[in-house]
Protein backbone atom coordinates (compact mmCIF):
# COMPACT_ATOMS: atom_id res chain seq x y z
CA UNK A 1 0.00 0.00 0.00
CA UNK A 2 1.38 3.34 -1.18
CA UNK A 3 0.37 5.05 2.66
CA UNK A 4 -1.37 8.41 3.25
CA UNK A 5 -0.87 10.31 -0.18
CA UNK A 6 -1.07 14.42 0.73
CA UNK A 7 -0.69 16.77 -2.25
CA UNK A 8 0.88 19.41 -2.31
CA UNK A 9 4.01 18.94 -0.16
CA UNK A 10 4.51 22.51 -0.16
CA UNK A 11 2.81 25.48 -1.09
CA UNK A 12 3.56 28.74 -0.95
CA UNK A 13 1.22 31.80 -1.59
CA UNK A 14 0.09 35.41 -0.74
CA UNK A 15 -2.24 36.56 1.87
CA UNK A 16 -6.33 36.16 0.52
CA UNK A 17 -5.48 33.72 -1.72
CA UNK A 18 -7.56 30.02 -1.50
CA UNK A 19 -5.24 27.31 -0.44
CA UNK A 20 -6.91 23.26 -1.00
CA UNK A 21 -4.79 20.84 0.70
CA UNK A 22 -5.37 17.04 -0.72
CA UNK A 23 -5.44 14.11 0.76
CA UNK A 24 -5.94 9.83 -0.34
CA UNK A 25 -6.32 7.58 2.66
CA UNK A 26 -4.91 4.30 2.92
CA UNK A 27 -7.51 2.19 1.06
CA UNK A 28 -10.18 0.34 3.46
CA UNK A 29 -9.33 3.27 6.45
CA UNK A 30 -12.74 4.36 7.68
CA UNK A 31 -11.37 6.97 9.49
CA UNK A 32 -9.58 9.91 7.91
CA UNK A 33 -8.14 12.90 10.08
CA UNK A 34 -6.81 16.54 9.51
CA UNK A 35 -4.73 18.17 11.79
CA UNK A 36 -1.95 20.63 11.67
CA UNK A 37 1.49 21.27 13.16
CA UNK A 38 3.09 24.58 14.31
CA UNK A 39 6.24 25.09 16.77
CA UNK A 40 3.89 27.29 19.00
CA UNK A 41 0.56 24.91 19.01
CA UNK A 42 1.99 21.65 18.49
CA UNK A 43 -0.21 19.24 16.56
CA UNK A 44 -3.89 20.10 16.51
CA UNK A 45 -6.74 18.00 15.12
CA UNK A 46 -8.69 19.84 12.68
CA UNK A 47 -11.77 17.66 11.72
CA UNK A 48 -12.17 14.13 11.17
CA UNK A 49 -14.35 11.90 9.25
CA UNK A 50 -15.76 8.21 10.03
CA UNK A 51 -16.84 6.63 6.80
CA UNK A 52 -16.71 10.31 4.88
CA UNK A 53 -19.22 11.87 7.29
CA UNK A 54 -17.62 14.69 9.37
CA UNK A 55 -17.82 13.46 13.31
CA UNK A 56 -16.01 16.69 14.54
CA UNK A 57 -15.22 19.85 13.32
CA UNK A 58 -14.59 22.16 16.79
CA UNK A 59 -10.95 22.13 15.83
CA UNK A 60 -11.34 24.15 12.96
CA UNK A 61 -9.82 27.40 13.66
CA UNK A 62 -13.18 29.67 12.14
CA UNK A 63 -14.72 29.98 8.99
CA UNK A 64 -12.73 29.76 6.70
CA UNK A 65 -11.51 26.32 6.87
CA UNK A 66 -13.46 23.80 5.05
CA UNK A 67 -12.98 20.11 4.89
CA UNK A 68 -14.86 17.53 2.54
CA UNK A 69 -14.79 13.93 2.00
CA UNK A 70 -16.50 13.56 -0.93
CA UNK A 71 -15.74 9.87 -1.78
CA UNK A 72 -13.32 7.15 0.75
CA UNK A 73 -10.67 7.83 -1.06
CA UNK A 74 -10.23 11.52 -1.27
CA UNK A 75 -10.01 14.08 1.10
CA UNK A 76 -9.96 18.11 0.76
CA UNK A 77 -9.29 21.12 3.53
CA UNK A 78 -9.87 24.11 1.62
CA UNK A 79 -8.84 27.78 3.57
CA UNK A 80 -10.43 30.79 1.87
CA UNK A 81 -9.00 33.33 2.07
CA UNK A 82 -5.84 31.82 3.48
CA UNK A 83 -3.47 34.42 6.24
CA UNK A 84 -0.29 34.54 7.39
CA UNK A 85 -1.22 32.94 10.63
CA UNK A 86 -2.22 29.60 8.95
CA UNK A 87 0.97 28.84 7.75
CA UNK A 88 1.97 25.69 9.32
CA UNK A 89 2.57 22.10 8.18
CA UNK A 90 -1.11 19.65 7.57
CA UNK A 91 -0.75 16.31 8.04
CA UNK A 92 -3.85 13.97 6.76
CA UNK A 93 -3.79 10.67 8.69
CA UNK A 94 -6.07 7.70 8.52
CA UNK A 95 -7.37 4.25 10.47
CA UNK A 96 -9.35 1.91 10.57
CA UNK A 97 -11.48 0.64 13.31
CA UNK A 98 -12.44 -2.96 13.74
CA UNK A 99 -15.08 -3.65 16.01
CA UNK A 100 -13.62 -4.67 19.40
CA UNK A 101 -9.86 -5.39 18.26
CA UNK A 102 -9.39 -2.37 16.76
CA UNK A 103 -5.82 -0.48 17.59
CA UNK A 104 -6.24 3.31 17.55
CA UNK A 105 -3.01 3.12 15.14
CA UNK A 106 -2.67 6.38 12.68
CA UNK A 107 -0.98 6.41 9.75
CA UNK A 108 0.34 9.82 8.91
CA UNK A 109 1.04 11.35 5.73
CA UNK A 110 4.09 13.29 4.82
CA UNK A 111 2.36 16.44 4.73
CA UNK A 112 1.82 20.22 3.10
CA UNK A 113 3.61 22.85 4.25
CA UNK A 114 1.71 25.87 3.69
CA UNK A 115 3.06 29.49 4.12
CA UNK A 116 0.93 32.51 3.17
CA UNK A 117 2.76 35.55 3.01
CA UNK B 1 -7.98 18.49 27.85
CA UNK B 2 -6.11 15.01 27.73
CA UNK B 3 -2.92 16.96 26.26
CA UNK B 4 0.22 14.87 27.43
CA UNK B 5 3.17 16.55 28.11
CA UNK B 6 6.15 14.88 27.61
CA UNK B 7 9.98 15.54 29.28
CA UNK B 8 12.56 16.43 28.78
CA UNK B 9 11.70 18.82 25.99
CA UNK B 10 15.07 18.17 24.29
CA UNK B 11 17.16 15.28 24.79
CA UNK B 12 20.63 14.88 23.39
CA UNK B 13 22.82 11.47 24.03
CA UNK B 14 26.02 9.25 22.52
CA UNK B 15 25.44 6.74 20.47
CA UNK B 16 24.67 3.11 22.69
CA UNK B 17 23.16 4.90 25.78
CA UNK B 18 19.65 4.78 26.42
CA UNK B 19 16.78 7.40 26.41
CA UNK B 20 14.23 7.84 28.16
CA UNK B 21 10.84 10.32 27.30
CA UNK B 22 8.17 10.88 29.73
CA UNK B 23 4.61 11.87 29.06
CA UNK B 24 1.70 12.58 31.46
CA UNK B 25 -1.51 13.46 30.66
CA UNK B 26 -4.29 14.63 32.71
CA UNK B 27 -7.70 12.48 31.88
CA UNK B 28 -8.56 8.60 31.83
CA UNK B 29 -7.64 7.19 29.03
CA UNK B 30 -8.18 4.11 27.05
CA UNK B 31 -4.45 3.91 25.51
CA UNK B 32 -1.77 5.74 25.07
CA UNK B 33 0.56 5.90 22.06
CA UNK B 34 4.11 7.10 21.41
CA UNK B 35 4.89 8.45 17.38
CA UNK B 36 7.97 9.81 15.89
CA UNK B 37 8.91 12.17 13.38
CA UNK B 38 11.82 12.93 11.47
CA UNK B 39 12.26 16.49 10.22
CA UNK B 40 10.61 16.99 7.54
CA UNK B 41 8.10 14.38 7.25
CA UNK B 42 4.80 13.00 8.88
CA UNK B 43 4.21 11.07 12.25
CA UNK B 44 5.00 7.29 12.76
CA UNK B 45 3.11 4.90 15.15
CA UNK B 46 5.81 2.94 17.40
CA UNK B 47 3.94 1.93 19.94
CA UNK B 48 0.28 1.27 22.02
CA UNK B 49 -0.33 0.77 25.71
CA UNK B 50 -3.63 0.09 27.23
CA UNK B 51 -5.18 1.28 29.67
CA UNK B 52 -4.89 -1.87 31.61
CA UNK B 53 -1.23 -2.95 30.59
CA UNK B 54 1.61 -1.79 32.51
CA UNK B 55 4.24 -2.44 30.57
CA UNK B 56 4.96 -3.47 26.63
CA UNK B 57 8.36 -3.64 24.24
CA UNK B 58 8.33 -3.77 20.67
CA UNK B 59 12.47 -4.50 19.91
CA UNK B 60 14.37 -1.43 21.29
CA UNK B 61 11.47 0.24 22.44
CA UNK B 62 10.02 -0.24 25.94
CA UNK B 63 6.88 1.79 27.23
CA UNK B 64 5.38 1.71 30.87
CA UNK B 65 2.34 3.31 32.13
CA UNK B 66 1.28 4.58 35.34
CA UNK B 67 -2.39 5.21 35.09
CA UNK B 68 -2.40 5.89 39.37
CA UNK B 69 0.13 8.83 38.19
CA UNK B 70 -1.30 9.64 34.66
CA UNK B 71 2.46 9.05 33.31
CA UNK B 72 4.01 6.94 30.85
CA UNK B 73 7.37 6.95 29.56
CA UNK B 74 9.45 5.50 26.56
CA UNK B 75 12.70 4.02 26.70
CA UNK B 76 14.94 3.70 23.51
CA UNK B 77 17.70 1.65 24.57
CA UNK B 78 21.16 0.96 22.84
CA UNK B 79 20.34 4.50 20.71
CA UNK B 80 21.40 4.65 16.89
CA UNK B 81 21.69 7.92 15.16
CA UNK B 82 18.66 6.81 13.01
CA UNK B 83 16.78 7.57 16.41
CA UNK B 84 17.06 11.14 16.22
CA UNK B 85 13.79 12.53 15.75
CA UNK B 86 11.02 14.28 17.52
CA UNK B 87 8.87 11.62 19.94
CA UNK B 88 5.18 12.32 20.76
CA UNK B 89 2.73 10.42 23.10
CA UNK B 90 -0.73 10.83 22.16
CA UNK B 91 -4.22 9.93 23.77
CA UNK B 92 -7.35 9.63 22.88
CA UNK B 93 -10.92 8.57 24.12
CA UNK B 94 -12.36 8.09 27.80
CA UNK B 95 -12.60 5.47 29.13
CA UNK B 96 -15.47 3.75 27.48
CA UNK B 97 -16.43 7.04 25.36
CA UNK B 98 -16.74 6.62 21.86
CA UNK B 99 -14.30 9.73 20.72
CA UNK B 100 -12.27 6.38 18.70
CA UNK B 101 -9.34 7.83 17.13
CA UNK B 102 -9.22 11.35 18.57
CA UNK B 103 -5.53 11.80 19.34
CA UNK B 104 -4.51 14.93 21.43
CA UNK B 105 -0.40 15.24 20.98
CA UNK B 106 1.92 16.45 23.68
CA UNK B 107 4.49 19.21 22.09
CA UNK B 108 6.60 15.90 21.49
CA UNK B 109 10.73 15.28 22.97
CA UNK B 110 13.17 16.13 20.49
CA UNK B 111 16.20 13.11 20.91
CA UNK B 112 19.23 14.18 19.10
CA UNK B 113 21.66 10.92 19.00
CA UNK B 114 25.67 11.37 18.10
CA UNK B 115 27.27 8.96 16.20
Known amino acids: DAGVIQSPRHEVTEMGQEVTLRCKPI?????LFWYRQTMMRGLELLIY????????DSGMPEDRFSAKMPNASFSTLKIQPSEPRDSAVYFC???????????????FGEGSRLTVL | SQQGEEDPQALSIQEGENATMNCSYK?????LQWYRQNSGRGLVHLIL?????REKHSGRLRVTLDTSKKSSSLLITASRAADTASYFC???????????????FGQGTILTVHP
Open chain 1, 49 to 56: FNNNVPID
Open chain 2, 90 to 104: ATGGNAGGTSYGKLT
Open chain 2, 49 to 53: IRSNE
Open chain 1, 93 to 107: ASSLYLQGIHTGELF
Open chain 1, 27 to 31: SGHDY
Open chain 2, 27 to 31: TSINN
